[in-house]
């Protein structure tokens, strides 16, 4: 087993609720149902056009080669199953109730609410969504684009309600997030590099607030050095203690 942790900061120790849990989780939770994290090797952004239409620059310059790119990441994602990762964090959630402050991803995937979280914060928004250019309504993008996309004069009034490169958080749950890293009394940090530095941002604020921090990732990254503790590992590895059970 990759690095051993305290026993009280491991699931185990974590199951036995004696400690407010918050968790933030990026694209390595992802990768283990299967899509691209976006950086390293065949990361999504080697593809530099990718980083480019991932813009407000983009989305203002070109709204219709954006959309239609994004389309296809819809559709891709649309049949995406979660992982026993995603799967394990909904269990943790239901375990211990109340004191499962909330699982804050950076990942616009939707695969924590398709595996039953329900306190999920979405920082960058979620494919599955739009937003109403005027009115800032939200709607589910629907089904049927699946099959046939839309022609462009229907998607002229909506965008991907998603967080684009050079955009704030302006819309997206924000301040819930940090409540929940206010409040907790260990926060897990699963499969993020930190190069987008708000998962260093909220370890340093839970920090502060008397919390410690777990940073799980088979890989060095920017979150180690603010973490109290590296699990040098993946997710799988750290929650292997519920597939263990499931298997038997
Ligand atoms: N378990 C845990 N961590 C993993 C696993 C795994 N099975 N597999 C890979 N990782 C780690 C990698 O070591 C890497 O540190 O996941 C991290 C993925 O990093 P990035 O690809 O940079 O993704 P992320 O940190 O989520 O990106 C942040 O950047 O591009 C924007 O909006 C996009 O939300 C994204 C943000």
Known sequence: ???????????????????????????????EAGIPTFRGDQGFYEDKEATYLASVNALEAEPSRVWHWYLKRFVSLHDTHPAHSHFALAKLEAELDE???????????????????????????????????????????????????PADEELISWRPNVCFFGESYDGFPLPEAEEACNSCDIMLVIGTSGVIPTPVLLSEMAQLSGAVVVNINPHPGKVDKVADMNFRGTAAEYFQEFFYHDQN
């Open 99 to 149: 004191k499962f402050l909330g699982v804050i991803t950076q990942n616009i995937s939707g695969l924590h609410r398709k595996a039953g979280s329900q306190k999920v914060f979405e920082i960058h928004g979620c494919i599955q969504e739009m937003r109403n250019l005027k009115t800032g309504e939200r709607q589910p993008l629907p089904n049927s684009w699946v099959e046939s996309p």
């Open 1 to 31: 087993m990759p690095g051993k942790l305290p026993q009280e900061f491991t699931l185990s120790g974590l199951r036995k609720g004696r400690a407010s849990v918050a968790v933030v989780t990026g694209a390595g939770i992802d990768a």
